[in-house]
C-alpha cells in the first residue's frame, strides 16, 4: 500500500522514501499505527518527512518543519562530499553558510568531530536547528544573521553552503512536495535564483584559511552561469557533483 502511494503520488526519490519508512518504522513501539498515519498523509500528498517530522542526512536523523527545507538527496550528495573532504585533509572548522535545519553541520561535526560555525538569517529555522545538534549531541556554534556578517574576520578551513535557489517567479509552478511545505525565505533566490549565489562568491574567499574550498550547491540549470560567476570572481571549479539524472547540483570551489 505504501509503496503504490509514493509512486502514485510523484514521489521525489522513491529509494530514499522508502528507506526512511524503514528506518523510522524500525524504532516505533507502535508500528500498525504509524503505519496507519503514513498512508492517510501520502493519501493527502504529504511528502514522507513531513509526515514522520524528520528526514535523513548521512544516516543522522534530522527533524523538520514548517521553518525549514527537507534536505534534499542533493544536500545529502553535498555533505557526502564535505565529509570526504575533511577525512582526507587537516581540516579543524567550517563554516555552513544558510544552515536551515542543520542538516550539513550536524553531518559533520557529527561525522568528523571538528569545530563547525552554522549561519542563517532565520531565527526560527535557528530554533529546529539548535533542537536537531541536541538531538544528535553535537556541538555546533549557532549564529543569526546575513550571510558572512555574523562572522566578520573570522576564517574557515572549509565554507559549504546550500543558499535559495529557485527563480522567483518559478516559486508558484514547483512541484507540490516544495511549494507547499518550503518556508519561502528559504527558496527564493531572486530573479534569475543567483542572488545569493554572486554574493557569496564575492565574499566568501575572505573568510577562507589557506585557499581551502567552498562546497556549492546549485539548481538545475544554473551550473553554465555559475561557472561564470566564478570566473569572474577568480573561483577555479574543482569538482562538479551530479544528481541522478546527471545534472550538476553542486560544487567544489577554490579560490585562485
Known amino acids: 500500500?505504501?509503496?503504490?502511494?509514493?509512486?502514485?503520488?510523484?514521489?521525489?526519490?522513491?529509494?530514499?522514501?522508502?528507506?526512511?519508512?524503514?528506518?523510522?518504522?524500525?524504532?516505533?513501539?507502535?508500528?500498525?499505527?504509524?503505519?496507519?498515519?503514513?498512508?492517510?498523509?501520502?493519501?493527502?500528498?504529504?511528502?514522507?518527512?513531513?509526515?514522520?517530522?524528520?528526514?535523513?542526512?548521512?544516516?543522522?536523523?534530522?527533524?523538520?518543519?514548517?521553518?525549514?527545507?527537507?534536505?534534499?538527496?542533493?544536500?545529502?550528495?553535498?555533505?557526502?562530499?564535505v565529509i570526504k573532504y575533511i577525512k582526507s585533509k587537516h581540516v579543524l572548522s567550517a563554516l555552513d553558510l544558510c544552515c536551515g535545519s542543520g542538516a550539513v553541520a550536524i553531518a559533520m561535526a557529527k561525522t568528523c568531530k571538528i569545530h563547525v560555525t552554522a549561519i542563517d538569517i532565520s531565527e526560527p529555522a535557528l530554533k529546529i536547528a539548535r533542537t536537531n545538534a541536541l538531538t544528535n549531541n553535537v556541538k555546533i556554534e549557532f549564529l543569526q544573521g546575513d550571510l558572512f556578517q555574523p562572522v566578520e574576520g573570522r576564517k574557515f578551513d572549509i565554507i559549504v553552503s546550500n543558499p535559495p535557489y529557485v527563480k522567483t517567479a518559478e516559486i508558484a509552478s514547483l512541484p507540490r512536495f516544495i511549494r507547499d511545505f518550503a518556508p519561502k525565505i528559504a527558496i527564493n533566490g531572486g530573479v534569475d535564483g543567483l542572488y545569493f549565489h554572486r554574493k557569496i562568491l564575492l565574499q566568501a574567499g575572505e573568510f577562507l584559511n589557506n585557499l581551502g574550498p567552498l562546497f556549492l550547491e546549485c539548481e538545475d540549470g544554473q551550473a553554465e552561469d555559475i561557472v561564470k560567476i566564478c570566473h569572474l570572481n577568480s573561483w577555479d571549479v574543482a569538482e562538479k557533483y551530479l544528481n541522478r539524472y546527471g545534472k550538476v547540483r553542486g560544487f567544489k570551489l577554490f579560490k585562485k
Open 1 to 81: 500500500m505504501i509503496q503504490t502511494l509514493l509512486l502514485e503520488g510523484g514521489s521525489e526519490d522513491f529509494n530514499r522514501d522508502f528507506d526512511l519508512i524503514s528506518f523510522h518504522l524500525e524504532r516505533v513501539t507502535d508500528w500498525q499505527s504509524e503505519v496507519k498515519r503514513l498512508i492517510e498523509g501520502l493519501k493527502r500528498g504529504i511528502p514522507v518527512s513531513r509526515v514522520i517530522g524528520y528526514s535523513l542526512v548521512c544516516g543522522i536523523p534530522i527533524s523538520i518543519n514548517e521553518d525549514v527545507l527537507d534536505p534534499g538527496p542533493e544536500t545529502v550528495t553535498l555533505a557526502e562530499e
